[in-house]
């Protein structure tokens, strides 16, 4: 069972910065780097949706709202994923989650995901 733990979250300021990471455990039947990971968020009163993925290649996808502020990237020796989250606006505030699926998946898509961690709460005050 793939288990998957976020950190890293807190309250900022506007314009502030923020690294979120994500430890993985649990692959049993194939390897971490062989994943799909991605981040999403979920604001108060609206559906989740992708902030960024990226594949077992190392390619990458994000929102639009976040393209040029926020950088994804993985780390397989250490079995964890990141999200570098510069420029924060108040927009940004919601519950990070980090997720995991094997390939292929449609990358923001968060039905594609069958494994998710608990999620950990960004705050940007104005």
């Known amino acids: 069972q793939v288990q998957l733990v976020e950190s890293g979250g807190g309250s900022v300021q506007a314009g502030g910065s923020l690294r979120l990471s994500c430890a993985a455990s649990g692959y049993t039947y194939s390897s971490y780097s062989s994943y799909c990971m991605g981040w999403f968020r979920q604001a108060p009163g609206k559906e989740r949706e992708g902030v960024a993925a990226?594949?077992?290649?190392?390619?990458?996808s994000y929102a639009d709202s976040v393209k040029g502020r926020f950088t994804i990237s993985r780390d397989n020796a250490k079995n964890t994923l990141y999200l570098q989250m510069n420029s924060l606006k108040p927009e940004d505030t919601a519950m990070y989650y980090c997720?995991?699926?094997?390939?292929?998946?449609?990358?923001?898509?968060?039905?594609?995901?069958?494994?998710w961690g608990q999620g950990t709460q960004v705050t940007v005050s104005s």
């Open positions: 997720a995991a699926d094997p390939p292929p998946v449609w990358p923001l898509r968060p039905s594609e995901y069958n494994y």
């Open positions: 990226i594949d077992s290649d190392g390619s990458t």
